[in-house]
């Protein structure tokens, strides 16, 4: 088992992405260059935003996957932003529709995060207790949105500002109100395992939330599930 991982953010999915596959299927390990796979290895490169990862990204991925007839998938990753879920996937598949992308044996699966990454780290609880007081601007947001007892997914715009800022900017005021800091460039906490199990606890608590992030989980235990089935693929 082979996989091509597209990433769209040039900084926190490639932190962030590698140490979740660890966690998730740790017999799947990373190498450097796309053309070192073998056998249970994946490729992450960061297709350097949208809709860039779908012009440039995309067109590189698929030249070095047919150079490379070895990956079993692409997958690509991509932030929703300001539209459904349903909409962004759409617009994808049609995309590699309409460029007549055929990769043979090779799966594409797309996995939209929704809003963004930082929507999905919000779902942490254990990090967050929005009945302690808190300091202005969280004070303001959680009086908006909690995002301890509501979905992080499901959460509307604030204050004008888009969803993936707003979601950016209120995940960095929890990492300050715990007296750390959360960047796109060092995530911090937010890549260690017990923050990880937190975001898979909160789906088991509930289930109805975090849709999006669910899928991602759902995808990796189905490649782990494949990879004990065949493990010489």
Not at 45 to 57: A, E, F, N, Q, T
Not at 100 to 121: A, S
Not at 140 to 145: E, F, I, K, W
Request: with cysteine; hydrophobic share 30%; glycine share 4%.
């Amino acid at each position: 088992m082979n996989i091509y991982f597209l990433v769209e953010g040039n900084s926190t999915e490639k932190k962030i992405y590698p140490k979740w596959l660890e966690y998730l299927i740790p017999d799947l390990v990373r190498v450097q260059y796309y053309d070192q796979v073998e056998s249970n290895n994946y490729y992450l490169i960061s297709g350097k935003g949208y809709p860039r990862i779908l012009y440039d990204g995309l067109e590189n991925a698929v030249d070095k996957i047919m150079e490379i007839p070895k990956y079993d998938y692409l997958v690509i990753c991509i932030d929703a932003d300001e539209e459904s879920v349903e909409a962004r996937t759409q617009y994808a598949r049609e995309f590699i529709r309409d460029q007549q992308i055929n990769l043979g044996k090779t799966k594409i699966e797309i996995i939209v995060q929704n809003r963004c990454l930082e929507t999905w780290l919000l779902g942490n609880r254990r990090i967050f207790n929005s009945r302690q007081p808190l300091d202005f601007p969280l004070a303001d947001y959680v009086n908006y949105y909690d995002v301890s007892q509501r979905d992080p997914e499901a959460m509307g715009q604030y204050d004008q500002k888009n969803h993936a800022e707003f979601h950016y900017e209120y995940l960095r005021e929890i990492f300050r109100s715990k007296n750390t800091n959360y960047s796109k460039k060092n995530p911090k906490d937010a890549q260690k395992l017990y923050y990880f199990e937190a975001l898979q606890q909160r789906v088991e608590d509930q289930p109805q939330d975090l849709k999006s992030f669910q899928f991602f989980l759902e995808f990796c235990e189905k490649i782990k599930t494949k990879m004990m089935l065949n493990p010489q693929d």
